[in-house]
């Protein structure tokens, strides 16, 4: 992905950064216990797919049919997809994957990318988010963290939001720059490349503290179902920390080396003075024993409001009227049944009785209310 300041990818996107890329996610994946999909989005999604089947009039065939959307930005090799199709296919979930990146060097080949769409994409291009438009149910994105500002961040969480489709949910997972650490021998080890590179980071102006502050702007956007999530590295085990290392190694070494490429002025910001002692840094790394890398994974969920037939009241407010109910509709083709969005349960079959309001604890003082409204004629309300 790109930013709109002049400065560059400070990564690379060849081939040895596929490598890195996919080994990186092959941490990830075991830190978090192979369950890449949050349990609410999948509960989401769930619901979601269930209510599309039941509309249809041919249910050995709609099986088949995949109902769902869904995105992952700055995708890269697209990994984390190919990874989510085991998980989707054990929970019986059939979906649309579609990968988007500011580049398409890391894409896998036009015969090898197996039903996955691929399209290049600048995550600050509010423009084409806005032609795109409410698409996906599930938005994923990752390891931003090298390439926005604090500003830009906002702007790429709300053109995310531009192309999810309300109930959806907005899935970031990042690893920030200021908890980023290396020990030797079990105590703090300082002066190195890492410190010189979040040194540069903050000059660029890039989010530090990135983890953090996505989260506050979902609470200030006011989206349902905010989570945040800390995974610290060292609560992980032996193999997974070895691999960190190797990891780490791999991305200092592609820090440097882009930096060499793009000249001495690049160079100066990450505190080499020459392009040989860049290389000299280079080749130390790794070299260190007893020397561990550290990160903390940050993941942060949000969904965007609205979806099954929900609307947001303020306490007190009346009941809505009927055209109200109308525009609060999301997907009315897909919701073939009262659906109460705050417990998520499904009304019997066969009850005439008038659905009546489920209420919701509220975060911030308000009351999520799901209104359910039943019809023999699945085209109307």
């Not at 040989?276 to 903390?296: H, I, N, R, W, Y």
Request: net charge negative.
């Amino acid at each position: 992905m790109s930013t709109t300041t002049k400065e560059p990818y400070l990564l690379n996107v060849d081939e040895e950064a596929s490598k890195r890329l996919n080994l990186q996610h092959d941490i990830l994946t075991q830190m978090l216990y192979g369950k890449l999909i949050p349990e609410p989005v999948i509960k989401r999604l769930t619901s979601v797919q269930e209510a599309a089947r039941a509309m249809s009039y041919d249910r050995p065939a709609s099986k088949q049919v995949k109902y769902l959307k869904i995105a992952d930005l700055a995708t890269g090799t697209g990994i984390w997809l190919y990874s989510i199709r085991k998980q989707l296919e054990e929970l019986d979930l059939k979906a649309e994957l579609h990968g988007y990146d500011l580049h398409d060097n890391q894409f896998p080949p036009e015969g090898k990318r197996e039903d996955v769409g691929f399209h290049m994409l600048n995550i600050l291009d509010t423009l084409k988010f806005q032609e795109i438009g409410p698409t996906y149910h599930y938005i994923h994105a990752r390891l931003l963290t090298s390439v926005l500002t604090r500003e830009e961040w906002k702007v790429a969480i709300d053109n995310c939001l531009e192309i999810l489709k309300p109930g959806g949910f907005l899935h970031f997972e990042e690893i920030p720059f200021g908890e980023l650490s290396m020990e030797k021998d079990g105590a703090p080890a300082s002066g190195g490349v890492l410190e010189k590179l979040q040194a540069s980071m903050k000059l660029l102006k890039r989010d530090l503290d990135c983890g953090n502050n996505i989260y506050n702007y979902l609470e200030e956007l006011e989206l349902w179902e905010t989570e945040h999530r800390k995974i610290d590295l060292r609560t992980c085990d032996e193999e997974t920390k070895q691999m960190q290392n190797v990891n780490a190694r791999l991305g200092l070494e592609e820090f440097i080396t882009n930096a060499i490429a793009r000249g001495p002025e690049a160079l100066k910001r990450l505190g080499f003075e020459s392009k040989e002692a860049a290389l000299e840094k280079m080749a130390s790394l790794g070299k260190d024993p007893g020397t561990q890398a550290f990160f903390v994974l940050h993941s942060i969920l949000g969904r965007k409001p609205g979806g099954s037939y929900t609307m947001q009241l303020s306490s007190g407010s009346a009941a809505p009227k009927d055209s109200e109910l109308e525009e609060a509709r999301d997907e009315p083709k897909q919701i073939p049944k009262p659906i109460f969005d705050g417990a998520l349960e499904r009304a019997p079959e066969d009850t005439e009785e008038e659905p009546q309001p489920t209420f919701v604890v509220p975060r911030r003082g308000r009351f999520q209310v799901s209104y359910a409204v039943t019809s023999q004629n699945p085209d109307t309300k």
